[in-house]
C-alpha cells in the first residue's frame, strides 16, 4: 500500500531541521586548503594527460610501423 502522502508532507519541515542541525556539524575548508587541493588535482590531471597522450603516440607509431602497411 502507499504511504499516506499527508503523513510524507508533515514530515518535510523535522527533514529540513534535521540538515539544518548537520549543516552545523560540518567543518569546512578555508580558502587555502580548496586552492591547495584543487591545485593539486589539476597537476595530477595534466600528468595523467601528458602520461595518456604519450602511450598514444607510442602506439600509433607502432601501429603504423609496424603492424598496419600501406
Do not use: H
Not at 567543518?27 to 597537476?43: G, S
Not at 597522450?53 to 600501406?70: E, P, Q, S
Amino acid at each position: 500500500m502507499a504511504k499516506n502522502p499527508i503523513k510524507i508532507f508533515k514530515k518535510i519541515p523535522e527533514f529540513f531541521k534535521e540538515v539544518k542541525t548537520e549543516m552545523k556539524k560540518v567543518t569546512w575548508p578555508t580558502r587555502n586548503e580548496t586552492f591547495n587541493k584543487t591545485l593539486i588535482v589539476i597537476v595530477i590531471f595534466i600528468v595523467a594527460a601528458v602520461i595518456l597522450g604519450g602511450l598514444d603516440a607510442i602506439f600509433t607509431w607502432i601501429m603504423r610501423t609496424f603492424v598496419i602497411k600501406y
